[in-house]
């Protein structure tokens, strides 16, 4: 059973930081490119940070470059979200998800059920 679980979120104040972690399990996760996506109350899911499988290829949403840092350790079939100097626009559920490429024609792709982040205002 492929499984993503999420864990770290909190409640913070503005300028404070928070490290979010993703463990995979049930899936080759070398082989996975990983991201994190969250949902603010209201609003479409949208992706924050993605990382390809080997880590070469990062990218970052405009609203979270220069603050956040996502990275993976394959060894632990774990993926981090740092998330320095917080702003309430961030407070938001992140999900973490995984998308296995087995070929040109063939994918999956998996979802975790997310962790809160609270920053306060």
């Known amino acids: 059973q492929e499984q993503l679980v999420e864990s770290g979120g909190g409640l913070v104040q503005p300028g404070e930081s928070l490290r979010l972690s993703c463990a995979g399990s049930?899936?080759?996760?070398?082989?996975?490119?990983m991201s994190w996506y969250r949902q603010a109350p209201g609003k479409e899911r949208d992706i924050v940070a993605s990382?390809?499988?080997?880590?070469?290829?990062?990218n970052y949403a405009d609203s979270v470059k220069g603050r956040f840092t996502i990275s993976r350790d394959n060894a632990k079939h774990t993926i981090y979200l740092q998330m320095n100097n917080l702003k309430p626009e961030d407070t938001a559920v992140y999900y973490c998800h995984a998308e296995v490429r087995y070929s040109p024609d063939a994918s999956d792709d998996y979802w975790g059920t997310g962790t809160l982040v609270t920053v306060s205002s």
């Open positions: 990382i390809s499988s080997t880590g070469a290829f990062i």
């Open positions: 049930g899936f080759t996760f070398s082989r996975a490119e």
